[in-house]
């Protein structure tokens, strides 16, 4: 890959256990943030990383119901948890990020755009722009946003990625989960769930009701919401999506590296 | 104080200890997280934090001399250490408000905004406003900056602040350090040095050039630059600040009280 802009996701599957509160995989997260740097730093293109929250903020986001808005007294007070949680994690990304060799730079959503019913409206992007041009690596994720409608929601990496694709326009966006790709059914449970090797919005008339959900708590849905989301995106605009599995050694740098249809690529036609 | 807005630096010199690098003190955050919210809990003001990098973000801004800008190869890595060091900071102050009972959400300025040779030219308050309006309160602090015309700078709370004060007129501005106030010299190490109870434009003129320095390593300059900002900004906003200590146990609650002329006050008149 030479040039050119590509947004990565590290799942919030992969890099926390998602059905224990408040616990990262450092082993796994300090080896993707090696097979990042290895596939950058001879090549020229730019990178944003987005990463989920996993079972960091999606605890205090379950038990505050953060994602329906304010609802009671105690919302407030899960928002700013909900914001604690996804901003330790991403401490912790950074630094392996950091320690790898990536000049990566932390970019929070909740206090640097605004959603109106979940959706982000207003994010000024000048910031990530001066990043890029200096080589930095932004590193964003799932976030609480502050929202102007219900008072707050649940921002997951694919929607900050849609807000930030439709801007900057990058070649490739890569999604990083604990599955191969994405499957007509639900792989950990069915066995023979068949792999989808290209989903366009053409074909996905006939696929999206058979997709299966992802595992664990989840309260940015599941795959099913995640590629629904991707075909909006790759609607609007003409860029190549694949869902792979990160949690294979390797796979990431491979497909950084430039190689296709590791996973499942969602693109226009 | 019933209503209105104030903001309140909790300075690096107080937080840390700025000749150690990396180096917190947490009982004494502990206990000015626990005067906010004993002077907040029953009172409607809202409040936004901004806390000093101190021994976190200087440590690397002085190495890679980040407040020069791009300088070589190596200051964009100093852009992100010295972004990591603060939020690293930023992190610890918020989980012992958090643990006070404050609803503390970070805002982290080098993702939010746009600096100009180390001023800030561009940065959207919409999400500041929609925490405020909810009873978050929000904690800023001295991070670096994306700078368009030098590629990076330092941002201090006060140049934080003042960018703030002209956009949300606050009623009172207090920063908090390590001094009792601001004296002709330096208290520090001369026992003779006097207290200026008021500090205006107008005596300001004969008193400048009598102010002593901040002990220890600060990229973002001594008590003479923050006079001088403070009293930029109160010729500009008709905003009532004050230097005072709060090392001392209990001084940040009686300010927060309402009460006035602990340390030196700087206003317009």
Known sequence: VVG????VKLGGSVITDKKKPFTERRRLIKSLAEEIYSSHRHSDFNLIIGHGGGSYPHTPAGRYQTHKGIVGDESTLGIALVQDAASRL???IVSYLL???EKA???QPSSALVASNGRIVSWDLATIRLMLKLGLVPVTYGDVGLDQVKGCCILSTEEIFCYLARHLKPDRII???DVDGVYEGDPKKDKDA????IITPKNAVNLIHLLGGAGGLDVTGGMRTKVATLLDLVREVDVECEVLNIARRGVLEKALK???GIG???RRE
């Open 4 to 7: 050119g802009l590509i947004f």
């Open 90 to 92: 991403n401490r912790i």
């Open 99 to 101: 320690e790898a060799g």
């Open 105 to 107: 730079i932390s970019v």
């Open 175 to 177: 999604i990083g989960t």
């Open 194 to 197: 068949k792999k989808i090797p």
């Open 258 to 260: 430039g190689e296709r």
């Open 264 to 266: 499942t690529i969602i």
